[in-house]
């Protein structure tokens, strides 16, 4: 790793606090009606034991953003420990996004009380800004300027002195796997190499806090690996990540933390593990039938599954066994067009606690 690198290295804390009311509209679970009951149970005693003993970076209270009439953000509550990757994951429109600039120091809070870096954004922003490292949506490079120069007249703005700032900018080339690039213009480059170069510039200024919005969106699969690789790097020297992503893998790989946001409210929180633990099974089979007609005579299927779940292409049954149902939709005759065991996801929690339906 690139000496400078090391700069960028914090302690690691123990998870922080992490409160929300559950979202309107989760999904009802009828077969697990008594293990939501024990989920709220360890959910109430994980919040008692996961408040960090050491200052976490973001600590929010009844944290509320409102547009006009309408609440984006609607009493959330969450504290980010230093060194850890916490993500924010939700539909479009869940508040994510209103919540990340709020954090940024970009839009004024409108309720409950925001302390980053123990700082208040309404009192000190410009000291939190210089102290973030920015990754927005969108990149923001300049591509009439070479890829070190981009890296190099950032730096200007945190009155870096030059010699550093090209120190600084030869390791993160090499950090990013930019360095044979870093006399080319920044327009013809890929889109994962801007991807990697957004990153990299936002390194800069050694923050103690790096916000990346959706990082690897509209990446081909080896850009985002690749990508995703440099951040698992990141993380490994401690630094901090607060990242929002619609990739589930994405947030399975990378997060230590995550909330999953519904209609401004936080819906569920806890480690990946955690969270596919407490809201699904350890697996789901995906049964496709060739008519509607036989796939509503497999219904008693669902006598051995925890959940089921009809869809109009196929039926998921969640279960500790997937085998066994399998199994026994052979022994009853019942003969789907294909059968699927696989191990639950986030993803299958993430549509469990927002549904399936497209949100603009």
């Known amino acids: 790793m690139a000496p400078t690198l090391r700069s960028f290295l914090g302690t690691r804390a123990p998870a922080a606090e992490v409160t929300g009311g559950a979202a309107p509209g989760a999904p009802d679970a009828p077969h697990v009606a008594a293990a939501d009951d024990r989920a ?174 959706e990082p690897t969106t509209g990446l081909d699969p080896q850009a985002r690996h690749l990508l995703w690789d440099r951040l698992y790097r990141l993380k490994q020297d401690g630094v901090t990540l607060v990242v929002t992503t619609h990739y589930m893998e994405e947030a399975e790989q990378l997060c230590d933390r995550l909330v999953i946001m519904d209609h401004g409210r936080i819906a569920a929180h806890g480690t990946p593990r955690e969270l596919v633990e407490r809201y699904v099974t350890r697996e789901v089979v995906e049964l496709r039938f060739a008519t509607a007609h036989d796939q509503a005579a497999a219904l008693p299927l669902g006598e051995l599954a925890r959940r089921v779940e009809v869809l109009p292409d196929r039926m998921l049954l969640y279960a500790d066994d997937g085998e066994q149902i399998l199994a026994e939709a052979e022994r009853r005759g019942w003969s789907p067009v294909s059968g699927l065991v696989r191990r639950a996801t986030l993803e299958d929690v993430f549509l469990r606690l927002t549904g399936r339906s497209l949100v603009d």
Not at 145 to 161: G, S
Request: hydrophobic share 45%.
């Open 40 to 213: 709220a149970d360890d959910r109430a005693a994980a919040e008692e034991r996961a408040v960090a003993p050491a200052p976490a970076l973001v600590v929010a209270r009844g944290l509320v953003k409102r547009f006009g009439r309408f609440t984006a953000v609607d009493g959330v509550s969450f504290e980010i420990a230093r060194g850890e990757c916490f993500g924010f994951l939700g539909p479009n429109g869940a508040g994510k996004t209103s919540t990340m600039r709020m954090i940024a120091c970009m839009s004024p809070v409108s309720g409950g009380t925001l302390r980053v870096l123990g700082m208040d954004p309404a009192i000190d922003g410009t000291k939190i800004r210089a102290r973030l490292g920015l990754v927005p949506q969108e990149d923001s490079l300049d591509l009439e300027l070479t890829v070190l120069d981009n890296l190099v007249v950032y730096a200007r703005y945190f009155d870096v002195p030059r010699a550093d700032a090209r120190r600084r900018a030869a390791d993160l080339l090499e950090f990013a796997q930019l360095s044979e690039r870093a006399h080319d213009r920044v327009e013809p480059l890929s889109g994962g190499m801007k991807r990697r170069l957004t990153i990299a510039r936002a390194l800069m200024s050694q923050p103690d806090l790096m916000i990346l919005d």
